[in-house]
């Protein structure tokens, strides 16, 4: 499991916070897709539009964390 996506918190709810992010990042991703709309992200401190296509980086990124398992 990634160190960087483990909540070191002991409250129940902070643990799943982490997996709660990618799944809405994820499903964020679907919908730009599907009504062909931009995706705002903040890349290095500055906000960008990005175009989401079937071979964005990000997709598979993301997708890859949401179903690592222990998360």
Known sequence: MNDQLTSKLPDADM????????RAAQRAR??????HTPLVVVRD????????????????GVAA????PGL
Do not use: C
């Open 15 to 22: 643990q799943a916070a982490p997996k709660a992010l990618l």
């Open 30 to 35: 679907e919908i730009a897709k599907q009504t």
């Open 45 to 60: 401190g500055v906000l960008v539009e990005e175009a989401v296509t079937d071979s964005s980086p990000m997709d598979k």
């Open 65 to 68: 964390a949401a179903t690592e």
